[in-house]
């Protein structure tokens, strides 16, 4: 089982950056595809990000595509989400989540390919 745990998450201003950490602890980190989801007050989680086990693929949510960048650093069990141009409605709590299993494909943005969440950080971006 892998345990994950965030940080990063802050208090911003419109157009600001900020950088997301998830760290994991567990021996089959490296295998599994990686991603981030976020929740604001009152919606559904949505996805955001995912990556594959090597890095060498990632999909992205059309709403941050070309402001976040996920990447990950198998050797130090962590994978990253680097957000720019943040706007208010990026606002949301922001989970890291490990895939059950190590296939890559389009179920990667699904929720329920991910059998591991961590805590969740706050990122509140204010205009």
């Known amino acids: 089982q892998v345990q994950l745990v965030e940080s990063g998450g802050g208090l911003v201003q419109a157009g600001d950056s900020l950088r997301l950490s998830c760290a994991a602890s567990?021996?089959?980190?490296?295998?599994?595809?990686m991603g981030w989801f976020r929740q604001a007050p009152e919606k559904e989680r949505e996805f955001v990000a995912a990556?594959?086990?090597?890095?060498?693929?990632?999909y992205y949510a059309d709403s941050v595509k070309g402001r976040f960048t996920i990447s990950r650093d198998n050797a130090k069990n962590s994978v990253y989400l680097q957000m720019s141009s943040l706007k208010p409605e990026d606002t949301a709590v922001y989970y890291c989540?490990?895939?059950?299993?190590?296939?890559?494909?389009?179920?990667?943005?699904?929720?329920?390919?991910?059998?591991?969440w961590g805590q969740g950080t706050q990122v509140t971006v204010s205009s």
């Open positions: 567990g021996r089959s980190f490296g295998s599994r595809p």
């Open positions: 989540a490990a895939a059950e299993a190590p296939g890559w494909g389009t179920k990667s943005l699904q929720s329920l390919s991910y059998n591991a």
């Open positions: 990556i594959s086990w090597s890095g060498a693929n990632t």
